[in-house]
């Protein structure tokens, strides 16, 4: 079992940045890949990156390569998104999920723990 948590969320003006964290616990932490997903208002949740514990290996939304960056922190199991030039668009819920396995997965039904989420508001 893994728990995650999410911090990090706020409000930022368009142009602004801010890093997200996932704090991962449980005993089996290094076995899963992790993701960041987004849930816009009145919309389906979306891949935004992922990454994994083992290795350097990180994969984007083709639209936020560039602006977000997904990196981690294997001492801390903490995996962090960093974003920046934010725009109003990317207001959403930001959620931390967790997959079972070693390589990236862009796929939300393969992510089997998700955090709470933190909302990310980008005002213009």
């Known amino acids: 079992q893994v728990q995650l948590e999410e911090s990090g969320g706020g409000m930022v003006q368009a142009g602004g940045s801010l890093r997200l964290s996932c704090a991962a616990s449980g005993h089996t932490v290094t076995s899963y890949g992790m993701g960041w997903y987004r849930e816009l208002p009145g919309k389906e949740r979306e891949f935004v990156a992922a990454t994994t514990w083992r290795g350097g290996q990180a994969y984007y939304a083709d639209s936020l390569k560039g602006r977000f960056t997904i990196s981690k922190d294997n001492a801390k199991n903490t995996v962090y998104l960093q974003m920046s030039s934010l725009k109003p668009e990317d207001t959403a819920v930001y959620y931390c999920?967790?997959?079972?396995?070693?390589?990236?997965?862009?796929?939300?039904?393969?992510?089997?723990?998700w955090g709470q989420g933190t909302q990310v508001t980008v005002s213009s």
């Open positions: 999920a967790a997959h079972y396995g070693t390589v990236v997965s862009t796929e939300a039904d393969e992510y089997v723990h």
